[in-house]
């Protein structure tokens, strides 16, 4: 079971982007999902995080800008960025788990990733 992320691209500051992020097989309905994020030269970072019951988490950069949601029904992960930032530039990650946690480590899926590219 892969999980498979799409949406990315290249926008300006200001703009908005919506990730998705769905699994190949199987399905992801009772998993913790989470999207992470590594810019060039720095460790991948957690941005949000929502289980299967909707607690939601994020980062305190991202904090009013972006919003992750699931629906169950389409077995489908999104994150809505908007006012994106040049700093926001990563590529973005999915990844499903079975605990309730931020850090990496403890998500046993990934996606591919997606390149989000923000111009000032």
């Known amino acids: 079971v892969q999980l498979q992320a799409s949406g990315g691209g290249l926008v300006q500051a200001g703009g908005s982007l919506r990730l998705s992020c769905a699994p190949s097989?199987?399905?992801?309905?009772?998993?913790?999902m989470g999207w992470f994020r590594q810019a060039p030269g720095k460790e991948r970072e957690f941005v949000a995080i929502i289980n299967r019951s909707g607690a939601i988490r994020y980062t305190n950069s991202v904090k009013g800008r972006f919003t992750i949601s699931r629906d169950n029904a389409r077995n489908t992960v999104y994150l809505e960025m908007n006012s994106l930032k040049p700093e926001d530039t990563a590529v973005y990650y999915c990844?499903?788990?079975?605990?309730?946690?931020?850090?990496?480590?403890?998500?046993?899926?990934w996606g591919q990733g997606t390149q989000v590219t923000v111009s000032s």
């Open positions: 097989g199987g399905t992801f309905n009772t998993y913790t």
């Open positions: 990844a499903g788990g079975n605990i309730w946690s931020i850090q990496s480590a403890h998500y046993d899926y």
